[in-house]
C-alpha cells in the first residue's frame, strides 16, 4: 500500500478526524519540543517512544476524536539513577494486583517500589504504543507516540485548524511504500 492510498484509508474510518504526514521539519520541532527541560515537568523525562515512532517508514499526525479507541497498554517506566527499573504505570484495571505496602502511587496507574529506588532521582522513560484498530489492513505495523504538551500546542495550532476539540498522537507506520 502507497502512503497516499493509506491516508486516504484511514481517512475513512471512524474516529480518524485528519492524518498529516510528518515533514523532516516538523519532525525536528517535535524533537526540540520532545527533549526540552519543560517538557519534563516534575520528573525528567526520556521520550524514548518519539523516536520509536519517527523513525518508521512514513510517521504523520494523527486527530482523533473519541469514537477511535486507542487500546492502550503500560507504556511508561521509572528507572532510578542508575537505569533499574522501579516502577511503571499499570492498566486501571490491573490495579488490584499491585497491592504491595512498599509502593508508592503518584496516579491512579502509576506507582514505584520504594524498595528498589537507587539514590534520590528517578526518571520516566515513555515509549510509544501499538497502534491496532481492527480495520488496519493486513501487513501494516503501527505505533503512536503520545506527545508532550508543547508539542500537542504546535501541532494543533500548525495542522489543527477547524478540528474542534482535537486530540492528537505522533503515528509511526511500516508496511507503506513511498508515493
Known sequence: MRISEFIDFLSTQRGIVR????????????????????????LPVEPCGFDEVVDSSASFVLFFNRSLSLELEP??????????LVGHDILPSDRHLYDSPDYMWLSDTMFFDITKIEGKEMRCKIRSVRFRPDFLPEGIEARVHFPCTSSVQYLIDSFGEGIEDPSVVILGVDGVEKD
Open 19 to 42: 492524518l498529516v504526514p510528518m515533514s523532516e521539519d516538523t519532525v525536528s520541532r517535535l524533537r526540540a519540543f520532545e527533549f526540552s527541560a519543560p517538557a519534563n515537568g516534575f
Open 75 to 84: 507504556f511508561m517506566d521509572l528507572v532510578d539513577i542508575s537505569g533499574n
